[in-house]
């Protein structure tokens, strides 16, 4: 089945200590990326790859970091969890580079608290 | 600064009859526009898209409809189900750049 899975589904953890969310999609999809969903800010954009070893800021990466080792792996990593960074998120993979004309598909979530 | 917004944070929508989305946007830069539904504790799933050279798209029940002078586009789901009570987002982009609305929470009562 074509999926893109995410590692865990729930995380509570404490400030500062790192953590890693794990992204893997099966369809060798060139683009991957990661949101957050926040109340009343819909989805933005925090990193994107359109490639193995190419990885791009979005519109809001502080505090993150991500890397593509892999074509099928993105993992997402918090070197230091704030309270900010409490959020929903999702990864996501696209067969083609440009981004906006072509649709995503979503892994199913990641509930991040960070007290 | 929002460039996508979808004003309405929730719609409720007796089954058989339309449901219409509303979403606006101020980048006169964005060239395609999609729509996605959310279910509670998954991710977001593509519904339809539409190019600004198009002003109307159709798929089944779904139609999306762009006005590109009043920068605003709508989704109808007609007739509307129970199975459509979801959270829908309006995307808007062009090349590498994609901006998401807040979403609408619908309800479909039967």
């Known amino acids: 089945e074509a999926q893109v899975t995410q590692n865990p589904r729930y995380l509570i953890t404490v400030t500062g200590k790192k953590l890693t969310v794990t992204c893997s999609q099966n369809?060798?999809?060139?683009?991957m990326s990661w949101y957050r969903q926040d109340p009343g800010l819909g989805l933005r954009q925090i990193y994107y790859?359109?490639?193995?070893?190419?990885?791009d800021k979005g519109d809001v990466p502080e505090g993150y970091k991500v890397s593509r080792k892999e074509k099928r792996n993105f993992p997402l990593i918090l070197e230091s969890p704030s309270p900010n960074q409490t959020s929903l998120y999702f990864c996501?993979?696209?067969?083609?580079?440009?981004?906006?004309?072509?649709?995503?598909?979503f892994g199913p979530g990641t509930r991040l608290t960070v007290l | 600064d929002q460039q996508v917004k979808q004003n309405s944070p929730s719609l409720s929508v007796q089954e058989g009859r339309i449901s219409i989305l509303n979403c606006d946007y101020t980048?006169?830069?964005?060239?395609?526009f999609l729509w996605y539904k959310k279910y509670p504790a998954e991710g977001p799933t593509f519904l339809i898209s539409?190019?600004?050279?198009?002003d109307k798209n159709e798929d089944g029940r779904f139609t999306v409809f762009l006005n590109k002078s009043a920068k605003h586009l709508s989704l109808h789901i007609v007739p509307s189900q129970p199975g459509d009570s979801a959270v829908y987002f309006c995307?808007?982009?062009?090349?590498?750049?994609?901006?998401f609305g807040a979403g609408t929470i619908l309800r479909v009562k039967s």
């Open positions: 996501a993979s696209s067969f083609q580079r440009v981004l906006s004309y072509n649709e995503q598909f």
């Open positions: 369809m060798n999809h060139e683009y």
């Open positions: 790859s359109m490639n193995v070893e190419v990885t």
């Open positions: 980048n006169s830069m964005f060239d395609y």
């Open positions: 539409i190019s600004s050279i198009k």
């Open positions: 995307a808007a982009g062009y090349g590498n750049k994609l901006v």
